[in-house]
C-alpha cells in the first residue's frame, strides 16, 4: 500500500515537472498584454491608495540604504575591493526586492508601465501625470522620512559609523551633472526593463532573479536611482556629512530626469513599438 502511495506520488511529480517544461515561453505580444493591463489597473486605482502604497515603497526601498552603511561600517577596508563591491552590490537590491514583490508603486517601475496604456490609447497623458504625481511624491515622502530615520538609529544601535553616510551621499552627488544625467537614464532603462522582465517571468523564482539581477547590477555599477538616491544624500544631509541640501536639489532634479527618459525612450517607446508591430 506505502509502495503504492509513493509510486503515485513520484508519477504525480513527474507529470507536474512534465507539463512545466512544456509550458511555452511568453511570447513579447502577451507580455505587452500583460503590462497594458497591469498599468490600466493602477491608473484607475484611488489617489488615497496610489499615496500610501507609493509612500510604503519609498520606506520599504530605503533598507538598501541601512544594509549598505551597515556593510560598509562592519567590512570596509576588511575585503578585497571586488568581494566587498559585489556584497554592497547585493544589500542594494534587497530594498528592491521588497517593493517589486510586496507590490508597492515605485516612480521609476511607472516610466515604462503607466506609459503602455497611453501608447495602446487607452489612458491620457492626463492620468499618467496624476499617477506620477502621486505616487513620486509619496516615494520622496518615504525615502525622507527614512533617511531620518536611519541617520538616528543606525549609530545609536551601534551598527553604522555617521561618517559613512557622509561617504555615500559624496559618492552619489560628486558626479558632474551630465554623467549624473545619462547615468539616471541608464538606471530608468532597466527599471523600465526590469518591470517588462517580470511580466515575462512564469514563477515568484523567477521573478526573484531577475529583480535581484537588474537592481545588484545598477548598484554594482553606482547608477543614480531618484528613490533610493534619495534616502542615500539625505542620510548625508541630516548627518551633515558629504552632501548639502543644494547637493541633494541638484541630485533630484537631473536623476529624476534621467530615470524618466530611460524608462519611456527605451523601454515603453521602443518595446511598445516593437510588439504592436508585430501583432499587426
Same mark, same amino acid.
Given at each position: 500500500?506505502?509502495?503504492?502511495?509513493?509510486?503515485?506520488?513520484?508519477?504525480?511529480?513527474?507529470?507536474?515537472?512534465?507539463?512545466?517544461?512544456?509550458?511555452?515561453?511568453?511570447?513579447?505580444?502577451?507580455?505587452?498584454?500583460?503590462?497594458?493591463?497591469?498599468?490600466?489597473?493602477?491608473?484607475?486605482?484611488?489617489?488615497?491608495?496610489?499615496?500610501?502604497?507609493?509612500?510604503?515603497?519609498?520606506?520599504?526601498?530605503?533598507?538598501?540604504?541601512?544594509?549598505?552603511?551597515?556593510?560598509?561600517?562592519?567590512?570596509?577596508?576588511?575585503?578585497?575591493?571586488?568581494?566587498?563591491?559585489?556584497?554592497?552590490?547585493?544589500?542594494?537590491?534587497?530594498?528592491?526586492?521588497?517593493?517589486?514583490?510586496?507590490?508597492?508603486?515605485?516612480?521609476?517601475?511607472?516610466?515604462?508601465?503607466?506609459?503602455?496604456?497611453?501608447?495602446?490609447?487607452?489612458?491620457?497623458?492626463?492620468?499618467?501625470?496624476?499617477?506620477?504625481?502621486?505616487?513620486?511624491?509619496?516615494?520622496?515622502?518615504?525615502?525622507?522620512?527614512?533617511?531620518?530615520?536611519?541617520?538616528?538609529?543606525?549609530?545609536?544601535?551601534? *551598527?553604522?559609523?555617521?561618517?559613512?553616510?557622509?561617504?555615500?551621499?559624496?559618492?552619489?552627488?560628486?558626479?558632474?551633472?551630465?554623467?549624473?544625467?545619462?547615468?539616471?537614464?541608464?538606471?530608468?532603462?532597466?527599471?523600465?526593463?526590469?518591470?517588462?522582465?517580470?511580466?515575462?517571468?512564469?514563477?515568484?523564482?523567477?521573478?526573484?532573479?531577475?529583480?535581484?539581477?537588474?537592481?545588484?547590477?545598477?548598484?554594482?555599477?553606482?547608477?543614480?536611482?531618484?528613490?533610493?538616491?534619495?534616502?542615500?544624500?539625505?542620510?548625508?544631509?541630516?548627518?551633515?556629512?558629504?552632501?548639502?541640501?543644494?547637493?541633494?536639489?541638484?541630485?533630484?532634479?537631473?536623476?529624476?530626469?534621467?530615470?524618466?527618459?530611460?524608462?519611456?525612450?527605451? *523601454?515603453?517607446?521602443?518595446?511598445?513599438?516593437?510588439?504592436?508591430?508585430?501583432?499587426?
Amino acid at each position: 500500500m506505502t509502495d503504492d502511495l509513493d509510486h503515485q506520488r513520484e508519477a504525480g511529480r513527474k507529470k507536474k515537472d512534465e507539463e512545466k517544461e512544456e509550458e511555452p515561453q511568453k511570447g513579447y505580444q502577451t507580455i505587452l498584454a500583460q503590462e497594458i493591463k497591469t498599468g490600466l489597473s493602477e491608473l484607475e486605482r484611488p489617489a488615497h491608495g496610489l499615496f500610501l502604497s507609493g509612500l510604503s515603497a519609498g520606506l520599504d526601498i530605503s533598507f538598501s540604504l541601512f544594509l549598505m552603511a551597515i556593510l560598509r561600517t562592519r567590512i570596509e577596508g576588511v575585503l578585497s575591493p571586488p568581494v566587498y563591491e559585489i556584497l554592497i552590490a547585493n544589500s542594494y537590491a534587497v530594498g528592491f526586492l521588497f517593493v517589486i514583490l510586496g507590490r508597492s508603486e515605485l516612480f521609476t517601475e511607472h516610466t515604462t508601465l503607466a506609459v503602455l496604456p497611453v501608447l495602446d490609447g487607452r489612458a491620457s497623458i492626463r492620468q499618467v501625470a496624476r499617477l506620477w504625481g502621486l505616487v513620486y511624491t509619496s516615494n520622496q515622502i518615504g525615502a525622507a522620512v527614512f533617511a531620518g530615520l536611519a541617520v538616528l538609529i543606525g549609530p545609536a544601535l551601534g *551598527v553604522i559609523e555617521p561618517a559613512v553616510f557622509g561617504r555615500i551621499a559624496g559618492e552619489v552627488v560628486e558626479a558632474r551633472s551630465w554623467v549624473m544625467l545619462l547615468s539616471a537614464v541608464l538606471a530608468g532603462w532597466l527599471m523600465g526593463l526590469l518591470s517588462w522582465l517580470v511580466a515575462a517571468s512564469r514563477d515568484t523564482i523567477g521573478q526573484i532573479f531577475i529583480v535581484w539581477l537588474v537592481t545588484a547590477s545598477i548598484g554594482f555599477a553606482h547608477l543614480h536611482h531618484a528613490v533610493v538616491g534619495t534616502t542615500e544624500v539625505l542620510a548625508g544631509v541630516f548627518s551633515g556629512q558629504g552632501a548639502t541640501f543644494l547637493d541633494f536639489l541638484r541630485f533630484l532634479a537631473v536623476s529624476s530626469v534621467g530615470n524618466a527618459l530611460g524608462g519611456l525612450v527605451f *523601454v515603453a517607446l521602443i518595446k511598445y513599438g516593437h510588439a504592436s508591430r508585430g501583432a499587426s
